[in-house]
């Protein structure tokens, strides 16, 4: 390579750095340009959020601000609660083997006796700690029927423990002990009966006339009252007809023992709430409107729409409910009532095996 080509490589190359140069300083003069930019944003931004704060903080001082309310200590910080407990769907009579649920429940006359005293226990010991915040002077039991496990189905006339008479004086004598053994804890207690149900009737078809009285929970009901002469602090209440309207604490409960309610695959609670529905549009221009609507028969204790209350059974899972893959633990459930706040503290009791809560009687022998 001659010195003349050699120089104007050289050139090349200097006017090729020169031009590299010139790219780099106008490629960094744009990012600067661009940060400027970017930076006069922010400090734009920042004013525009300063100046929202000031307004805000004019505006807050310019709202009047609410009186403030001195704490007053309450002469009376509480008013007398009723407790309520249901009692339903005892189904006294019915004999549940374990071996054919799989060991998911037991039911005798035996356990029923056991399951009602743990009942009463459990209702005794919460009632205690309740009154630490309450003074609870009234109970009222909710009595809704199906007391006996009865005939009306042919497998349960062949399986009973015995037969319906004799259930029904088992579950008067049980009833009433059971109310016997809560009575001394309260001032004033409230036993009011709706034995208007399906399993205890006479008639092989449910009928409406005369349906509390052409029942097995009408016996149920006078051995109980009978069981309880002696105690005056007792008032015992029977429904004549299929529904009671009874007040606890100022709020009106509508009771009745549910089997009316057309029901198809568990809970119908769309059943209920029409039922409801009829019931608050055919009283709502008189003095029988309610707030509350309680129930038993489907032996799943249960709060739907906030009134719409269900009980439990004593007796729990049988065999038919097994065989649709149902189960409902033996259950009932109590709650307190408050003169303003209506219901509150609802609670379902569950029932552990034996624990050897004493008896009324023997079970019949054959």
Sequence with gaps: MDDQTKQQLDAAEERLQAKKQEELVAHLRARVQQAEGQ??????????????????????????????????????????????ADLSDLHIGEVVNPAEVEGLNEFNWAVAQDRIFQYAKNLVKWSAVQRRAYPIEELVILGKGDYISGSIHKELEATNEFPPPVQAVNAGHLVGEFTARLAPHFEKVRFIGVGADNHGRLQPKPQAKQ????????????????YLKEHKNIEFIEAVGMKYLADIQGWKFLIEHGDTIRAWSGLPAYGMARTVGREATRRMRGSLGFDYYSIGHFHVPSVLEERILVNGSLSGTSEFDHSCGRHAAPSQVSYLVHPEWGLFNWISWKFIKERSCGKVADAPKE
């Design 39 to 84: 930076l006069k944003g922010y400090q734009e931004s920042a004013g525009g959020m300063e100046e929202l704060y000031q307004s805000i903080a004019t505006a807050v001082q310019a709202v009047e601000p609410y009186p403030r309310v001195k704490y007053e200590r309450t002469k009376d910080p509480s008013r007398p609660v009723s407790l309520v």
């Design 211 to 226: 349906k509390a009285q052409n029942n097995y929970s009408y016996v149920t009901h006078a051995v109980a009252k009978a």
